[in-house]
């Protein structure tokens, strides 16, 4: 494809300023880098950001959510619900436990799960529900926890925590969507548990890292439950290594032989910098998705719509559909983007596409809508280093680069 121009335009670089940098030297020289007082201080900014008793930090998302599924008392024997169209760790960590992955396709023309199919997916086995809140979008919890409390019954609890809930546990993947909110509640204050990526693609970013959250109004004992996830997350230990430096305080126990899997103070320095900036960030999302929106409405593109009259997503990633082309076509047009210099993604190939859940007795042919959704996707650069020049390259760009692609298949079709 011919243009006049090549810009330099990534996917997700990460927008790192001399204050994030000058924190984490601060972190280095205060001789403390590991868990320490600034991931606790981290810790403490985002439960008050979401308005939340508590936070957990820990070293990804996907920690978040299999030690959340461990300290729930899920495993062997168990099942556990989540979306078809998502990213691998939504599924995996449900594997990790030992219990049975059951997917839900999505529902026609949507990136969500499709509601009226998963009151079928629950049986007297199910013991928790993972909703993806792709793209920073937040789900309809409105929905899922209506279904939820019609199949009630069917519920069957293992243990005191389980028997404190006496329903299906609703588990966001929010991994996108620190920060949305819906109805006037941000996410973190709607699902039992939510958990969030700090990776490094991600809108607020620690290089590596998530967090989980829970409910204030479910009657879990707070303390007791973040010590559970220090516990799950730093070997089982009794004191992590900032209560062993205490005088006299070296001993400890070992409670049981858990994982590793904590935040480090480094880390917790960038996201300390990272978070004091978010509000401003995401605003310069919103700006982005609304040039895209305004540009690609006469191409006919059918897009995630991430803001609403009672919702507003994070922004994170912009999902386009294109009309008219397949799979095929769809990645001859990622390549004409690469050749203009703008990187694109596809978000996501439905699990059941992949060797792994292949391997686990899954098969597209049953989830036609992920699919669907799947074969004509393309993901924009949607980042706050993107100028408004980058963002009309990149429409003028995809304008072009689907022009050629269609203009091609009419010539192959005569």
């Known amino acids: 494809m011919n243009y006049i121009k090549v810009r330099n335009i990534p996917f997700s670089p990460p927008d790192i300023t001399d204050a994030e940098i000058e924190e984490v030297i601060k972190a280095m020289k205060s001789g403390w880098i590991t868990t320490g007082p600034r991931t606790k201080e981290f810790e403490r900014k985002i439960a008050e950001y979401i308005g939340v008793n508590k936070a957990v930090c820990l070293n990804s998302a996907t920690a978040a959510m299999e030690l959340t599924l ?29 219990a049975k992955i059951i997917l839900v396709d999505t529902a026609p023309d949507s990136f969500e799960m499709d509601y009226s199919k998963l009151a079928d997916a629950i049986t007297d086995k199910t013991k928790a529900i993972i909703p993806v809140d792709i793209a920073g979008k937040m789900c309809d919890y409105d929905t899922i926890y209506k279904v939820v409390e019609r199949k009630k019954e069917l519920f069957k609890t293992n243990n005191e925590i389980q028997g404190l809930f006496n329903r299906i546990i609703v588990m966001a993947d929010a991994a996108h969507a620190f920060g949305a909110e819906r109805k006037g509640m941000k996410c973190g204050q709607v699902a039992d548990f939510t958990s969030f990526s700090f990776h490094a693609v991600k809108n607020l970013t620690t290089a590596e890292g998530g967090a989980v959250v829970w409910r204030n109004d479910l009657g879990l004992d707070d303390e007791w439950l973040y010590k559970q996830f220090m516990l799950y997350s730093l070997h089982g230990q009794s004191k992590d290594a900032l209560a062993k430096t205490q005088i006299g305080s070296w001993e400890y126990d070992i409670v049981y032989p858990a994982y590793k899997c904590n935040m480090t103070d480094i880390l917790a320095s960038l996201g300390l910098i990272q978070l004091s900036r978010y509000e401003g960030q995401m605003e310069r999302r919103k700006g982005i998705i609304k040039a895209y929106d305004k540009a690609f409405i006469e191409l006919g593109i059918k897009n995630l719509k991430h803001y609403g009259e009672d ?70 650069p949607l980042h706050t280093l993107l100028s408004d020049e980058d963002v009309e390259h990149v429409c003028e760009s995809l304008k072009m680069a689907i022009g050629e692609v269609l203009n091609r298949g009419a010539t192959v079709a005569q």
Do not use: C, W
């Open 70 to 98: 461990r300290i729930l008392g899920i495993g062997p024997g168990d099942e556990v619900i989540t979306s078809a169209y998502t990213y691998t760790a939504s599924a995996s960590i449900i594997d990790h436990v030992g």
């Open 311 to 380: 919702f507003a997503s994070t922004g994170h990633l912009y999902l386009a559909r294109i009309p008219g082309i397949g799979e095929t076509e769809r990645n001859e047009t990622i390549i004409n983007m690469a050749e203009a210099g703008i990187a694109t993604n596809v978000h996501y190939k439905p699990l059941p596409m992949f060797t792994a859940y292949k391997n686990l007795g899954f098969d597209i042919k049953d989830y036609p809508n992920a699919y669907k959704q799947y074969v004509n996707e393309i993901t924009l």
